[in-house]
């Protein structure tokens, strides 16, 4: 009797980083955990509040054809060819970078440069329900969004939602790529003393 249609809009590709590629982005990054003296610091480019941020190098020729494998079956599943992209939509990876992210460090809103961008977790060190028990998270009416990374957008009525991730242990190797525009965001953690250690980068 009644015929229903969305408005298009875009969405997100998630996928799995081949374990050799997830094995030679953890060697670098623990080496650049064990000696950043030479390491390109990316602070000044990035919105992060983070105290170590740093350019990914040695694994790019391996991690290069696989994020731009998935920028096209992105493009070809959402139909995003931005007329502004500088390289006539063949898309090319422009930069990629770690986040060593500390217990109460926050990256807060912002977008990137670039055609699709995306973030990869490969190290994550807590549990949402112990982060949803910490004392002035438990009774908060938010406390389901402790502690994740979540994008926020406006429907086609103008609306602006959120839409969180739920990361926690388990997730690493999960990778999602998205418009480089799509406003993001990373709440901060407090029940680790460790690294919450993500990767993302930019495809133009």
Request: with cysteine; proline share 6%; hydrophobic share 35%.
């Amino acid at each position: 009797m009644f015929e229903h249609t969305n408005l298009p809009n875009l969405g997100l590709t998630n996928g799995i980083i081949p374990p050799n590629i997830y094995q030679t982005l953890n060697q670098e990054i623990v080496d650049i955990h064990t000696n950043d003296k030479d390491i390109v610091r990316m602070n000044q480019s990035l919105a992060g509040q983070i105290t170590k941020e740093y350019q990914i190098t040695k694994s790019l020729p391996l991690l290069n054809p696989f994020l731009e494998e998935m920028g096209r079956a992105y493009q070809n599943e959402w139909n995003y060819y931005p007329k502004e992209n500088p390289n006539n939509n063949k898309l090319t990876v422009e930069s990629v970078w770690v986040n060593m992210q500390k217990k109460l460090e926050v990256n807060p809103l912002h977008n990137h440069d670039g055609t699709l961008s995306f973030v990869a977790w490969l190290h994550v060190p807590f549990k949402l329900e112990d982060e949803r028990n910490v004392e002035n998270c438990k009774n908060s009416r938010t406390v389901e969004l402790a502690s994740t990374f979540q994008f926020v957008y406006t429907t086609a009525l103008g609306t602006i939602v959120n839409m969180p991730m739920f990361v926690e242990s388990g997730w690493e190797g999960k990778i999602i790529m998205f418009p480089a525009k799509l406003l993001h965001m990373v709440y901060p953690f407090q029940t680790s003393d460790d690294y919450r250690i993500s990767i993302a980068g930019n495809l133009h």
